[in-house]
């Protein structure tokens, strides 16, 4: 049995890495802390929830692997600390995502925390980073809007399949989860409960993201907040390439993923959130509209837009079975 | 006092209809019937509804406008019949909206059922059809899908600033209310509630209507079903003609609609449903994101993508003041 | 047309109010504002609403009523001011509720700020106070949940229809918008939606309210929070007096309220939120069950309980019809 | 490994038991079929879902134990097969809870169809009647109103805490999916989201099966049907027997469930739905309120209320341990 510690685990992807953890059969959460310093321990919000104790750098000498689930900016200082100790870290902030500076800087508003961790820092789409993700000392976890686009398009781009030059247009839809767990105007019940609205259209800290992974030029990305708690369904218009088909491009990610245990590539039909929720999944579809093609992509984003992506790296990271914990079965 | 008769008054649109007109200064329901042929009369199902009639075509001589609330298919004789009694028609049913019953019968797979009368049908979307609505017998009113993308897309077509051949991508949202209260599994609580989903993924009965207005070729048309009783937001995205900024499709749906009571193109901010749920407005904001430009438009389906619009063109139709029985003031 | 000031107008009972106005034939909102000093004024939220002006209270000289939409504890200073001014006052915060300052003190948890204005105050529950509002001053606008609980018991306790001791139980679920539009943990979207719970078991501030209302020793209340926006719904559970049936306990409502615009008694069938919501009604049903009789009543919250009864008293203080801008149609 | 069938797979319950029976490590589910005679096999409606085969009772002769998740009545036959087979059998249905035919008949409007089975059938509130359960060959699962009212209440009865023949109120409030998966208009999206309402006072069906395990007269049973999917509260009011306080009421309680691992009684706080979907917990806990106690109980209606009690009750038939499959971890 090996030993995480999860640092801000009174956040929702703390919480949810809880969970996972309680049914790992090969790694356990022995360690559990607010990452706000100074903060006193927190009572647990629900009866079988632990206790979240203070936070105590020290501590983390004692696990194999650290999972940071703290805001974006207050990750980079832990990480510092938890490296200089020899632990493989899984950060599933924004510290690390961008590997340019100055672009999180334009991104994120203030500059970069710890610029000299970047080199090392992976980006942990796992399905197109095992190898390095094993190796990794540093995994910057994908935020979850950018793996809903980046698992569907990333095998098109590879291989050829889109028209060069031409727009990526991701309308991505999420749950209130991934606005966090304090309470705002925003998420705030009455505002959100039999409403839908767009917001930070052409302007979201994940657009970068997105486009940095792309490696083209073109993307529009444009987020919504759906009155659900869990998942991100996000329907991506794509122009193919002269002579390429609906088929051909199905075909495809069929191909690049026939082997993946959390990526499904439908053959018909569509997928809904509630195929998805409380799995690792990345279910996929195809289909053609007028000149374009359509790509609709649903996953939970606290699972695999978030802890459980984040648990299938520091699988690979401490030599477990990448899928262990992540059997969650039906949703 | 005018008076209207409701025909198939027990579904959605029709009780919103007797919603707007139970407020009316001109108007009033004074037949609510069934549109099924030998229903018996149905009690209300809320204590202030009032009963609805069983279907009795003779009655209709009484009133002076007739409104259609029936599925598609079934308006057509009724319409027939009320326009021999030389009475104005709303049909809010998709019956007379596709222009070429050979496009109805591919769309709708059965034979147009009233062919004569498609020449005489004015396709209602009101704020680009009123001198034509002014003078009709029959209004086909539009289908509410088609009046979050017409109004935004129309103006911009018609003012050349959008690139020829481009594709003009709709990604539009609807809440439950679009698919009628006939209960479904699709429209099942427990398959609504905390999901959400794309559906008709370029098959919607409502792309050749869209099409067939705007006139060009190139529509991508994903309609979504929101876990939301009330409204429908569509984010459309369009490629703007060289040397178009987002500024000049701005000002242009401004000065399009500034006399427009029920159109309002906002100049900073998004709509959201709740801006216009149960009022007849549609609002409509623009942002550029890469090399696109983004429309965000957002109505309620019930009222301005049915109801309402269906009681503005009857307004002009009977020569009372258009916005009579539709201003209700905050959302 | 009369003139009223909303001090406190960016709540949810400011704004129904304002969304009430917009339809009054007689009264409008001639001054809107913030009841918070130094605060600067607010741009609406909805493109509709209007301006939410700093707090003045000299303009309040300038209109005939005044309705304090503030938190318990801030009305009392504004109420006093306005009663100085000679204007008719509707209080919506529980500060005049309640007669007794000491049950004040040990309820809200600080002494009165106005026990001088107490002796004046009368209880707005306009079905049963319609004389003394009339004459009224200060009206104190009775809580949503006491509204809920008080139509349907005050008749069966006036008639001596319920056994005398026996316990009165009040089992009430109220929507979220009863807890204002500040965010806070509890009213979180997470925290609400999916979830369902009681609160205040025995502790609720409504109580002493209720108590003192009904007259009688025995109240058991338990409030519950749903998952929904507006509307109460209360479950009450009687001890019919030895030989009263329910049928005798219905037929009691009914003729108490059969005047009333606003209190429907069902005959059959059950009231749901969904018959009140939006409407200034309180719906009733009675049945046998075991040893008790059940009532069930349902209100919207925001009106019946809140500014839709507190536009109703105002009608009446200002000798204005007790309906105006009340009649809503359909809900 | 055991092996179990599912009969009547395709319904909420069924799919319930799937999903637990994925993550059991000593049973899994080896035949899925429907229950209803002739029907063809049913593709699953989501993709990591298996099919469901044809009803053949030939095939129980393979399995260890028989799942009956069929609606009351279709499940007497084919526990009478399954019996004759020498299977065990645990039925979700209603037919065998209520022990006399004649209130079956009664309350179900058709004589029972198979009055011989009566006399062996246990009924399985597993924590009241573990030893019998153990020994039994056809099991009664409780209906999930009843869980949710018997386990606060039958220790009270027990230990003589409330007064002799004094009512005994539950008023309960459940999710959707209590109502089953085939479409409704009680349960259309648009009937259920954003209302709430009280249904079946006096005269709903599980009133007889409370009544009958309680054992005592006096019970007054109100269901409510909440807008959640998963999920029972029930507030339930007891009047305690002179002398007895909430301290009394509290501790006999947490005495008698102290060892129990699927109850957990509070000592503070009140049990929210969230507290317990998606595990097989009950969690109660007790409030004084003027003359009564309240209690408060939760459970999910899917689990606790139906399948994961099935299991509990199969794993103790089967000879294996109790919790198996049912250790979930954090809701």
Excluded: W
């Excluded at 949810?16 to 919000?45: D, N």
């Excluded at 650290?66 to 950060?91: N, W, Y």
């Excluded at 902030?93 to 508003?109: I, K």
């Excluded at 961790?117 to 980006?123: D, H, I, K, N, P």
Aim: proline share 7%; charged share 15%; aromatic share 6%.
């Amino acid at each position: 049995m090996k030993t995480a510690a999860i640092v801000g685990a009174s956040g929702y992807t703390g919480r949810e890495l809880l969970r996972l953890l309680a049914q790992h059969p090969h790694l356990r959460a022995s360690v559990v802390m607010t990452a706000r310093p100074g903060a006193t321990p927190e009572a647990p919000t629900f009866p079988n929830d632990p206790t979240i104790d203070a936070l105590d750098l020290e501590r983390l000498r004692a696990v194999d692997g650290v999972f940071l689930c703290t805001p974006h900016g207050a990750a980079s200082e832990i990480a510092r600390a938890a490296l200089a100790m020899g632990k493989q870290v899984v950060d599933l902030s924004a510290d690390f995502r961008l590997r340019d500076p100055q672009v999180y800087a334009r991104t994120y508003g203030s500059a970069h925390p710890a610029p000299e961790l970047l080199q090392q820092a992976v980006y942990g789409l796992t399905e197109h980073a095992r190898a390095a993700v094993q190796g990794a000392r540093l995994v910057a976890n994908p935020g979850c809007y950018p793996t809903s686009v980046l698992l569907p398009v990333l095998p098109l781009l590879q291989n050829g399949l889109l028209q060069k030059g031409a727009p990526i247009i991701a309308d991505s839809k999420s749950g209130t989860s991934g606005a966090g767990k304090a309470p705002s105007e925003r998420t705030h019940f009455g505002s959100v409960h039999e409403n839908f609205c767009a917001y930070g259209v052409g302007t979201h800290r994940h657009a970068p993201e997105i486009q940095q992974e792309l490696g083209v030029e073109g993307l529009v990305f444009t987020p919504h907040l759906l009155p659900v708690f869990r998942g991100i369904l996000s329907t991506i218009y794509v122009t193919p390439a002269a002579g390429v088909t609906v088929a051909a491009i199905r075909e495809c990610l069929q191909a690049r993923y026939a082997q993946e245990p959390f990526v499904k590539v439908y053959s018909k039909g569509l997928p809904e959130l509630s195929c998805v929720q409380r799995t690792n999944q990345c279910h996929i579809a195809t289909a053609g509209s007028g000149p374009l093609v359509v790509l609709v992509a649903a996953i939970d984003n606290l699972v695999k837009g978030a802890s459980g992506q984040a648990l299938q790296n520091m699988n690979l990271m401490l030599s477990l079975p990448e899928t262990a914990g992540l059997q969650e079965g039906l949703s």
